[in-house]
C-alpha cells in the first residue's frame, strides 16, 4: 500500500505538472495568434509606407530637376536681357515646391522605419514566444512519457508492470526502486574515517 500511495503521488505530482504545462501551451498560442496579427498588420504598414516613400522621393527628384531647368533659363534671360529681378516669384513657386516635397520625404522615411522597427521587434516578439511553446511541448512530452510509465495506458504496457512485479521477476525491471539520498551534513565513523549518510526512507515512505 505504501509503494501504492507513493505511486499515486507521484502520478499526481506529473499530472498537475503537465497540466501546469498545457497552460504555459496555451497561453503561448494565444499570444502567438496575438502577435501574428500585429505582424501582418504592421506588414501591411510597412509596405504602404514604402510605397508612399517611393512616389513622394520620385516627385522630389522631379521637382528637383524642374527647380534646376528653371533657374537656368531665368538666369540665362537675367544676363541677356540685364533684368536681374525677372522670374523672382516663378523661381520661388519652384522652390517652395521643392522644398514641400522634400520635406515630405524625410517625413516617408521615419514613418517607413518606424513601422520597419515595430516589425523587427514583433518578429522577435513572435520567435521568442515560439522557442518557449516548443520549450513547453519538449517537457510536455517528457512528463506524458513519465505518466505512461507511473500508470501505463496501453493493455502492453499495464501487462508488463504486472508481470515485473510477481515475486522473483522484479529484478528485469522493477518499477519501484530503492530511492537513495545522501546526507553530507550527516556522517559516521568507520576505521577512523568519516563517510557520509544515505538514506533510503523514501523508497517506502512518503
Known amino acids: 500500500r505504501t509503494e501504492e500511495a507513493i505511486a499515486s503521488a507521484d502520478m499526481q505530482q506529473q499530472a498537475e505538472a503537465a497540466a501546469a504545462v498545457q497552460a504555459r501551451i496555451d497561453e503561448?498560442?494565444?499570444?502567438?495568434?496575438?502577435?501574428?496579427?500585429e505582424m501582418a498588420q504592421s506588414q501591411e504598414g510597412l509596405r504602404q509606407a514604402k510605397g508612399e516613400l517611393f512616389t513622394t522621393s520620385e516627385a522630389t527628384k522631379k521637382a528637383k530637376?524642374?527647380?534646376?531647368?528653371?533657374?537656368?533659363?531665368?538666369?540665362?534671360?537675367?544676363?541677356?536681357?540685364?533684368?536681374?529681378?525677372?522670374?523672382?516669384?516663378?523661381?520661388?513657386?519652384?522652390?517652395?515646391?521643392?522644398?514641400?516635397?522634400?520635406?515630405?520625404?524625410?517625413?516617408?522615411?521615419?514613418?517607413?522605419?518606424?513601422?520597419?522597427?515595430?516589425?523587427?521587434?514583433?518578429?522577435?516578439?513572435?520567435?521568442?514566444?515560439?522557442?518557449?511553446?516548443k520549450g513547453a511541448m519538449m517537457d510536455l512530452g517528457l512528463l506524458e512519457k513519465k505518466l505512461d510509465k507511473l500508470a501505463p495506458a496501453s493493455p502492453a504496457g499495464q501487462l508488463a508492470n504486472l508481470i515485473r512485479?510477481?515475486?522473483?521477476?522484479?529484478?528485469?525491471?522493477?518499477?519501484?526502486?530503492?530511492?537513495?539520498?545522501?546526507l553530507s551534513d550527516l556522517t559516521f565513523e568507520l576505521n577512523f574515517t568519516k563517510g557520509a549518510r544515505i538514506d533510503m526512507c523514501q523508497t517506502c515512505h512518503m
Open 165 to 182: 512485479d510477481f515475486p522473483g521477476l522484479d529484478f528485469i525491471g522493477p518499477k519501484n526502486k530503492v530511492q537513495k539520498q545522501v
Open 65 to 133: 530637376q524642374e527647380l534646376a531647368w528653371e533657374r537656368f533659363l531665368i538666369e540665362e534671360h537675367r544676363i541677356h536681357e540685364n533684368d536681374p529681378t525677372y522670374g523672382e516669384e516663378r523661381l520661388r513657386e519652384y522652390e517652395d515646391r521643392y522644398l514641400a516635397l522634400e520635406a515630405e520625404s524625410e517625413e516617408k522615411v521615419a514613418a517607413v522605419q518606424a513601422w520597419q522597427d515595430q516589425v523587427t521587434g514583433l518578429t522577435s516578439a513572435v520567435s521568442e514566444l515560439e522557442r518557449e511553446k
Open 28 to 37: 503561448a498560442e494565444v499570444a502567438l495568434a496575438a502577435r501574428n496579427d
